[in-house]
């Protein structure tokens, strides 16, 4: 299951997504938000880290005006390694290399065609299983002692 989360300035981009992806018969949980009123996208970036850390959805896709906002609050929760991809290129490597298991993009930066060809390629990517990646996974997992 894929979790979603997007604010006001993501949401246009969200529905299509959605559409896309049942279109491909993927099984989502949308955790907000649902118009186009003015929110606070960590509310709805941390809901759908949550359910991916949590092991209740496998993925998750955010969705703001930038991708920033949304993908550093997403970053906040303890096992989650969101990416920030406007490229087909970056969203197949950081699912080759970091294993990345959040995709976040900005509604304002890319249009819908690409979008859905990024979610795609996040989505159907594999994570290359080497060694060198799983340790430097480890590595941004560990805990910062200062």
């Known amino acids: ?14 529905q299509e997504v959605k559409n896309h992806l049942e279109q491909r018969g993927i099984v989502y949980k949308d955790f ?13 970036a941390k809901k759908a880290a949550k359910a991916v850390a949590d092991g209740e959805c496998e993925q998750g896709i ?3 005006g930038t991708g920033i906002g949304i993908s550093i609050a ?6 989650i390694r969101a990416a920030l991809c406007h490229d087909c290129f970056s969203a197949a490597a950081t699912k080759e290399h970091n294993n990345a298991n959040m995709l976040a993009m900005g509604a304002r930066v890319i249009g819908s065609g690409l979008a859905l ?3 795609d390629t996040f989505l159907d990517t ?6 060198r990646h799983i340790r430097r996974i480890d590595m941004i997992e560990e805990e910062f002692q200062h």
């Open 1 to 14: 299951m894929i979790a979603l989360g997007c604010d006001h300035g993501g949401y246009s981009l969200m």
């Open 32 to 44: 907000g938000c649902y118009s186009e009123e003015a929110v606070d996208y960590p509310v709805y």
């Open 62 to 64: 955010l969705i703001c």
């Open 74 to 79: 997403a970053n906040k929760v303890k096992g």
């Open 117 to 119: 060809k990024i979610v």
């Open 126 to 131: 594999p994570f290359s299983g080497e060694e």
